[in-house]
């Protein structure tokens, strides 16, 4: 188990100015932010980091609304740092999430859900180099 995952602040989140506050939680709950980056998608790089949605009928959708305004992404640290994220954003929908999660406290639907979390250590690893260099790793 690894003890690294990638997030990223969705388009939602950084327009609504939750950007600190939900950084704040985050370091609060433990872990440390070994990568940090403020930057804004295209649709191309949108389309390919979530390519494997590609079929599905949200992919669309989901390409427009990743490249519709900035982001922040991260690589955080912590012992199970994947499933402890997990755990801090909460349910994908948030009138499901448990309360205190990011997502209840962020989040306004399941399209627009404040953050992603990687799923798995695999992921996490993809999702970290898709936008980080080892350079900007710490």
């Known amino acids: 188990m690894s003890n690294r995952t990638f997030t990223m602040i969705k ?9 600190g506050a ?3 939680q985050i ?3 433990g872990f440390s932010i070994k990568a940090l980056k403020w930057t804004k998608l295209t649709t191309e790089q949108a389309a390919e980091f ?6 599905r009928p949200f992919y669309g ?3 427009e609304f990743m490249s519709s305004a900035p982001i922040i992404a991260a690589i955080l640290e912590k ?10 954003i909460g349910a ?3 009138a499901q999430a448990e309360e205190g999660t990011i ?3 962020f989040a306004s639907s399941v399209g627009e859900n404040a953050v992603h979390g990687s799923d798995s250590d695999e992921n996490a690893i993809i999702e970290g180099d898709f936008f980080f260099s080892k350079l900007e790793r710490f």
Do not use: C, M, Q, W
């Not at 388009?11 to 950007?19: E, L, M, N, V």
């Not at 979530?50 to 079929?55: C, G, L, N, P, Q």
């Not at 012992?79 to 801090?88: G, P, T």
């Open 27 to 29: 370091i609060k709950s």
């Open 61 to 63: 959708e989901l390409v």
């Open 22 to 24: 939900i950084l704040d």
């Open 103 to 105: 997502r209840k406290k």
């Open 79 to 88: 012992d199970n740092a994947v499933s402890d994220f997990r755990k801090l």
């Open 11 to 19: 388009p939602d989140a950084t327009s609504k100015g939750y950007t």
């Open 92 to 94: 994908t929908n948030p």
């Open 50 to 55: 979530y390519a494997i949605h590609k079929e």
